[in-house]
């Protein structure tokens, strides 16, 4: 199993930057990819940007050019995110995806953008 836990979140005016972590422990040598959901109140929850273990990123089109995800060792993700608006308003979640297709999620940590 894999455990995460995510950190950094907050509450920041328009246009003002944060930046989350995720840190991961267990079974770290089977995980993938790992990546950043969120989710708003009355919404589902949706990619925000994603990294595999090869260094590819995938992002949402709503955040491209703004967020930036990093993964700076085997047990780390951090996401990097600029020029924030109050629609970024959510809850951000650290998923982490294993080479034998489990899935594992942090309890999320709550990103508020307001003036």
């Known amino acids: 199993q894999v455990q995460l836990v995510e950190s950094g979140g907050g509450r920041v005016q328009p246009g003002g930057s944060l930046r989350l972590s995720c840190a991961a422990s267990?079974?770290?040598?089977?995980?993938?990819?790992m990546g950043w959901y969120r989710q708003a109140p009355g919404k589902q929850r949706e990619l925000v940007a994603g990294?595999?273990?090869?260094?590819?990123t995938n992002y949402a089109d709503s955040v491209k050019g703004r967020f930036t995800i990093s993964r700076d060792n085997a047990n780390t993700v951090a996401l990097q995110m600029n020029s924030l608006k109050p629609e970024d308003t959510a809850v951000y979640y650290c998923?982490?995806?294993?080479?034998?297709?489990?899935?594992?999620w942090g309890r999320g940590t709550q990103v508020t953008v307001s003036s």
């Open positions: 990294i595999d273990s090869g260094g590819s």
């Open positions: 998923n982490a995806e294993g080479y034998d297709d489990s899935i594992s």
């Open positions: 267990g079974r770290i040598f089977s995980i993938y990819s």
